[in-house]
């Protein structure tokens, strides 16, 4: 989706959606939401009616020309200000539409033959997909594997694995069987899947101010209150010093003076990080989520999938003297069928043992869980367990049973390598080592540098033992890491580092990681993962990529950095407009003040003009820049704070200067 569609920044059909809107917004309902503009709309109804006072022989108030001046520049720069949101919006409103032609009301085949609409569907029905068929409505598969193409939802032509049983069972409605065939229950209800989400929040209709936000309108509400009372008080002191100011030179320096560069921006700010967000095939929420990003300090990564290739696989089968390869490789087999994770089914691979037929009568499986870290079976006086070298050591131990050293040694031999050991152990008496191995992303430690380098922890999680955490986090380059991990200890590692003030982001997939998910500051869960871990995250990546955090946490940078420039800029301004226009107003009763006129403007009413002009240019100007933001490099805070005072606080203040002057000089010409 996000892949494949046109990325220009302004696109013709866009651009014309835009202008209208431009036109409604200027609804006073619609701008009292921003104290900034809704007063240089006030202003600019103000100024029509000078005009037209002017018009019917009002004196001392300039001529009708300039005055009507006057209103069509702050009405231009009205319209500027909306125009930027507007673009903001229609831009989301665009892939809206394209995800709509996705969500088609495509049938639906139930466990009795019936076909129904996807309409229809509700959560708990189950359906059945087979090759060739549109998934109907977001699920999870209870039975079979399939290969879906997603390339409806992420762009991604490459197709992927969804099956039952583990992290990966979760689809998506809109996308497409290729293979085999899948039974699926439905988990949202009509008008509440994760496509109906997605339109709702990239049309901005759920979209809220983030505290971010907020706490920036309020100042912006302030600095308008002050400017205006500054406004006011001008009169009374001209009318002392004998020169008269006129309305149109008041509201004139009113505008210029208040941050309206900012806060004609400020929407389009907001909005355009949530729609980089989704270019990058992620999914906020909310915008919250996306400005929070850009403040983490603590990411929390799992190491496989993340940090190594992905699923660990059996590589070697280690019985302890005494015990025949034959008979351990079978209890290995016998302990991993109820076990559907990717390393369970690496050891039947490993084993090229037909599992079939080798269901003992009467048995009684253990399933794999994230809390006991175990898997096993029972039949008969037989009770077989694969797990962790600590659960099984506690088991044996629980027993009355030693653990053999032997076993020991091995563990810690494949930890220190990198591997994974799983122990397996037969009516609590431990039989033998299984080994696994993992490879490191290449590339990833140069990435954990970048996140190094913008002051972010990096911490690894992995349920493995410390001894092959260690190794990895060390290779891998991470700052820290949690070992033999369960869920209460994610968890708790969270608060932990909330507690200490910190903001924490974490991905993950699976059911066990939505207590997490939902603690963290950022939760990013993988589309392909569990509905309890979408439900609980507060960002959903399309990709499926672990990695895509450090990708999140940029653009929650970035976009912080842009509201943080263009803030800069729009007060850094406000010097170059004082120097235009306070001359200008009191030149006349005070000569002295002719030497702040440092730009030499050609006469009173052309300073104020060219400073009006100014106002209203730069907000176009700087749209762009508002919708594909700041760019953004890993230095440290004061890095960036240096940068930014240098380039844009300067930069704000020379730019007005060299712009107002060339205005001034084009003015002169007719006034």
């Known amino acids: 989706m996000t892949r494949q569609q046109n990325t220009a920044l302004f696109q013709w059909v866009l651009i014309r959606t835009a202008i209208v809107q431009s036109f409604i917004k200027l609804n006073p309902k619609t701008l009292l939401r921003n104290p900034v503009m809704f007063t240089v709309e006030i202003?600019?109804?103000?100024?029509?009616?000078?005009?037209?006072?002017?018009?019917?022989?009002?004196?001392?108030?300039?001529?009708?020309?300039?005055?009507?001046?006057i209103f069509l520049l702050l009405f231009i720069t009205l319209l500027f200000a909306n125009f930027a949101e507007a673009i903001a919006?229609?831009?989301?409103?665009?892939?809206?539409?394209?995800?709509?032609?996705?969500?088609?009301?495509?049938?639906?085949?139930?466990?009795?033959?019936?076909?129904?609409?996807?309409?229809?569907?509700?959560?708990?029905d189950i359906f059945i997909c087979e090759a060739g068929d549109l998934i109907p409505s977001d699920g999870e598969i209870i039975e079979g594997l399939a290969s879906v193409d997603e390339s409806a939802i992420t762009g991604e032509s490459a197709p992927v694995i969804r099956?039952?049983?583990?992290?990966?069972?979760?689809?998506?409605?809109?996308?497409?069987?290729?293979?085999?065939?899948?039974?699926?229950?439905?988990?949202?209800?009509?008008?509440?899947?994760f496509l109906d989400k997605m339109i709702a929040l990239v049309e901005g209709a759920s979209r809220q101010k983030t505290p971010n936000e907020i706490a920036l309108t309020i100042l912006l509400?302030?600095?308008?209150?002050?400017?205006?009372?500054?406004?006011?008080?001008?009169?009374?002191?001209?009318?002392?010093?004998?020169?008269?100011?006129?309305?149109?030179?008041?509201?004139?320096?009113?505008?210029?003076?208040?941050?309206?560069?900012?806060?004609?921006?400020?929407?389009?700010?907001?909005?355009?990080?949530?729609?980089?967000?989704?270019?990058?095939?992620?999914?906020a929420k909310s915008g919250k989520a996306v400005e929070t990003a850009g403040d983490v300090d603590v990411l929390l990564l799992d190491k496989t999938g993340t940090i190594t290739i992905g699923n660990r696989k059996a590589t070697h089968f280690y019985p302890l003297e005494g015990i025949s390869m034959e008979h351990f490789v079978l209890n290995a087999v016998l302990s991993s069928l109820a076990d559907d994770t990717p390393e369970g089914k690496s050891i039947l691979e490993l084993a090229s043992i037909d599992s079939?037929?080798?269901?003992?009568?009467?048995?009684?499986?253990?399933?794999?869980?994230?809390?006991?870290?175990?898997?096993?079976?029972?039949?008969?006086?037989?009770?077989?367990?694969?797990?962790?070298?600590?659960?099984?050591?506690?088991?044996c131990e629980s027993a009355g049973n030693q653990y053999p050293e032997a076993a020991a040694t091995k563990?810690?031999?494949?930890?220190?390598?990198?591997?994974?050991?799983?122990?397996?152990?037969?009516?609590?008496?431990?039989?033998?080592?299984?080994?696994?191995?993992?490879?490191?992303?290449?590339?990833?430690?140069?990435?954990?540098?970048?996140?190094?380098?913008?002051g972010i922890k990096t911490v690894m999680?992995?349920?493995?033992?410390?001894?092959?955490?260690?190794?990895?986090?060390?290779?891998?380059?991470?700052d820290d890491f949690i070992a033999e991990a369960k869920p209460e200890d994610k968890l708790e590692y969270i608060r932990r580092e909330q507690a200490s003030g910190r903001l924490v982001a974490m991905m993950g997939d699976g059911t066990n990681?939505?207590?997490?998910?939902?603690?963290?500051?950022?939760?990013?869960?993988?589309?392909?993962?569990?509905?309890?871990?979408?439900?609980?995250?507060?960002?959903?990546?399309?990709?499926?990529?672990?990695?895509?955090?450090?990708?999140?946490?940029?653009?929650?940078?970035?976009?912080?950095?842009?509201?943080?420039?263009?803030?800069?800029?729009?007060?850094?301004?406000?010097?170059?407009?004082?120097?235009?226009?306070?001359?200008?107003?009191?030149?006349?009763?005070?000569?002295?003040?002719?030497?702040?006129?440092?730009?030499?403007?050609?006469?009173?009413?052309?300073?104020i003009l060219s400073a009006v002009i100014f106002n209203a240019l730069v907000i176009p100007l700087l749209i762009p820049l508002a919708l594909k933001g700041v760019v953004y490099k890993p230095l440290g805070a004061g890095a960036l704070l240096r940068r930014n005072l240098l380039i844009y606080g300067g930069g704000g203040i020379l730019v007005p200067f060299i712009g107002i002057k060339l205005i001034d000089l084009l003015v002169g010409l007719f006034f």
């Open 513 to 607: 990681d939505a207590p997490a998910l939902a603690q963290a500051d950022v939760g990013v869960a993988m589309n392909s993962g569990t509905q309890a871990a979408k439900e609980a995250g507060n960002m959903v990546d399309l990709d499926n990529d672990p990695t895509k955090l450090i990708e999140v946490v940029e653009i929650g940078k970035q976009l912080l950095m842009t509201r943080g420039t263009l803030t800069t800029f729009s007060i850094a301004n406000d010097v170059a407009k004082y120097f235009a226009i306070i001359p200008a107003l009191f030149l006349n009763g005070i000569p002295a003040l002719g030497a702040l006129n440092i730009m030499h403007l050609e006469s009173p009413e052309s300073a």
């Open 89 to 124: 919006e229609a831009r989301g409103k665009a892939q809206a539409d394209s995800l709509r032609k996705t969500r088609e009301n495509t049938p639906a085949r139930l466990e009795d033959g019936r076909i129904v609409s996807s309409s229809t569907l509700r959560k708990g």
């Open 163 to 193: 099956e039952a049983g583990g992290d990966r069972s979760s689809v998506t409605g809109g996308t497409k069987v290729l293979s085999d065939r899948i039974k699926v229950m439905v988990t949202t209800q009509a008008g509440e899947s």
């Open 411 to 454: 563990v810690r031999e494949i930890a220190q390598n990198g591997g994974t050991p799983l122990v397996v152990a037969e009516n609590e008496q431990v039989i033998g080592v299984i080994e696994l191995q993992d490879i490191i992303k290449p590339g990833i430690q140069e990435r954990f540098q970048r996140l190094r380098k913008m």
């Open 221 to 283: 509400a302030g600095f308008t209150l002050v400017f205006i009372i500054v406004t006011v008080t001008l009169k009374p002191f001209a009318d002392y010093a004998n020169t008269p100011i006129t309305i149109a030179a008041l509201i004139s320096l009113f505008v210029c003076l208040i941050p309206t560069t900012i806060g004609g921006l400020l929407s389009a700010i907001g909005i355009a990080g949530m729609d980089r967000a989704l270019r990058a095939n992620v999914i």
């Open 461 to 478: 999680v992995t349920g493995d033992n410390p001894l092959t955490a260690r190794f990895i986090a060390e290779k891998a380059g991470v």
């Open 356 to 395: 079939s037929n080798l269901t003992p009568v009467g048995a009684v499986f253990i399933k794999f869980t994230a809390e006991t870290r175990s898997s096993g079976i029972n039949f008969g006086n037989t009770r077989i367990r694969k797990g962790a070298s600590d659960a099984i050591r506690r088991l």
């Open 43 to 69: 202003g600019t109804l103000v100024m029509l009616l000078v005009s037209f006072w002017v018009l019917a022989g009002a004196a001392g108030q300039g001529s009708f020309a300039y005055n009507f001046s």
